[in-house]
Every structure is written in C-alpha cells, then in structure tokens.
C-alpha cells in the first residue's frame, strides 16, 4: 500500500518481533496514550510511537489503547480499496471516532464493494 505519499505519515518499521512490516504513527508526537508497544519477551522490544487508529470500513480495526501490535499497513492490497482517508489529528477526526482513542490520528479504510 502505498501510504508513504501521503504528507505527514510516518511509517515505523516494526521489528520481527512484532511481526514485521510498517505501521502508520503521527510525525510530530512522541509515545501515543499508552505509551507505546512492547513486543516479545527475553527481552521485549519496545516502541514509542504514537500510532494511528485504523477503522475498515467504519470499525475500528485498531487503536493504541488496545496494547496491541498496530497493523501492516504495507500488507494490504491496494486493489480491495475503494477510499482513504486520513486524519493527522485529533481536531481533524470526524465525530463519530473521536471517542475512540484517535489521539494520534486516524486512518479510515474503505473497501471495494464486490
């Protein structure tokens, strides 16, 4: 998927630990709300970004609060993909998903209908 042309995007390669790949977090934040993602153990890497919530069409996929590895967003396959939206901060993000944890911004996802 080819997020990297969109302006104020940060792709954070995520180590083999945490499965690989890029995940989406804002370019003028430290650590999101939780403070970040801890991978692994013995020991566990740890990831200080502030990453952005994903919704596929209109439900969250992902969002930091959960304390979960943020998605591949380098995995998905641009072909299923009708729409991208992407909002880089909270003052931007529509009402209807500013109440879940899009302190980072928010990336919305909507595919193709078959």
Do not use: H
Request: hydrophobic letters at 40%; proline letters at 10%.
């Amino acid at each position: 998927m080819q997020l990297r042309r969109f302006a104020r995007i940060k792709l954070v390669p995520l180590p083999w630990k945490c499965g690989g790949g890029f995940a989406a977090a804002a370019w003028d934040r430290g650590a999101g709300p939780s403070g970040g993602i801890k991978c692994g153990d013995n020991p566990p890497t740890w990831i200080s970004e502030c990453f952005m919530s994903v919704y596929v069409d209109g439900a969250r996929y992902y969002s930091p609060e959960m304390n979960e590895v943020p998605p591949d967003l380098d995995r998905l396959n641009v072909l299923t993909l009708e729409a991208v939206e992407i909002y880089r901060s909270p003052a931007e993000v529509p009402v209807e998903y500013n109440a879940t944890g899009s302190a980072c911004g928010l990336i919305l996802l909507w595919t193709r209908a078959p």
